[in-house]
């Protein structure tokens, strides 16, 4: 991937986390994708969720397909692992990777090429072995690469900037994920860095795999009137699952006195001081709603799409599900730290292993 070294300027003002870094140590090459990209913004707040986090850099590896998304890897953490693989083969990849080195932070960036069309099967498999993973899917309904056709995800009736209709009906992610057991679905907007920022912490932290599908406009071929993945209509239809909006400096509180507020109304919110100074914003959705419940989660999406809205935010999570290597049963050490000869005990310790299935 060819593109444009940054300056190694850094300003003594920037603000350090735990590890002592800022977040230029977060960041990767220039971006050679069009001005005013979704997938940027996208970048961006991959960087602010990571430093946040403290995250040592060289601890992560990162993974991606084919697709203007799957260019995301090398815009941020300049100093990790990565593999970019041929299209929609990005789950394998990172299987493979995880099951050898389980001590990685790892982060797959796809688009609704690489990951609705012909990796479809490679991420549902992904879903189902529960890989320790957030999975970005970087969704704006086109193939930007080859010119803007619709891919799986687009909308029926959603038009083409040649103004030509989709009629085939489309594949939703969150959905997808919802049915076929994902321990976490989450949906984003690039043009909402407040509420992604938080949903990509929440996702690093789970444990197994975080399904977050980022509706993230193609701004050459997918931003027009009667596109429905554009800024605009994602503006004027998205609606948020939970909202929390924190005051900056983010900070953490300190035991103190216990803060009180009461019950909140259904559908009402309440802004909540904290002893910091900060204010803590919190809404009570519908009292059938509960996002540990896969059936409730599946209904409120639908309910929502059916009226014409996005909806966005921590849609669900399994917070008791175990990972892929929880399921099977794996050794704690990671394998490319195992020595030669536990890795290769001999022909006799394997015949008599060998054995033991006849």
Known sequence: ????????????????????????????????????????????????ALWSLSIEPHRVGKMSGIGCSSKTPGYFLEQSHGFNSVHGRMPAVATGANAANRELTYIGVSGDGDSLSIGLGQMCHAIRRNLNLLYLIENNGVYGLTKGQFSASADIGTKSKRGVPNLQAPIDPVHLGLSIGATFVARGFSGDKTQLVPILTAGIRHKGLAL??????????????????????????????????????????????????????????????????????????????????????????????????????????????????????????????????????????????MARFR
């Open 1 to 48: 991937m060819t593109s444009i070294t940054k300056p190694r300027v850094v300003h003594p003002g920037l603000a350090k986390n735990e590890l002592g870094l800022t977040t230029r140590s977060y960041e990767g090459a220039m971006s050679t994708l069009c001005a005013g990209c979704g997938h940027d913004s996208v970048t961006a707040a991959l960087v602010e």
């Open 212 to 353: 977050v599908d980022i509706i993230s406009p193609c701004v050459t071929f997918n931003d027009h009137q009667g596109s429905t993945k554009s800024y605009q209509h994602t503006r004027d239809h998205f609606r948020p699952a939970t909202e929390a909006a924190l005051l900056d400096p983010p900070d953490m509180v300190e035991e103190m006195a216990t803060i009180n507020v009461g019950p909140i109304p259904p559908g009402q919110f309440r802004d909540v001081s904290l002893h910091d100074g900060s204010v803590v914003r919190f809404r009570a959705m519908h009292e059938e709603y509960d996002p540990t419940d896969r059936g409730t989660a599946a209904a409120l999406v639908r309910r929502l799409q059916d009226r014409g809205e996005i909806p966005t935010g921590l849609l669900f999570v399994d917070p008791d599900a175990g990972d892929h290597h929880d399921v099977m049963n794996t050794v704690e050490e990671p394998l490319w730290s195992l020595p030669f000869e536990d890795l290769c005990p001999g022909s006799e310790v394997l015949s008599d292993m």
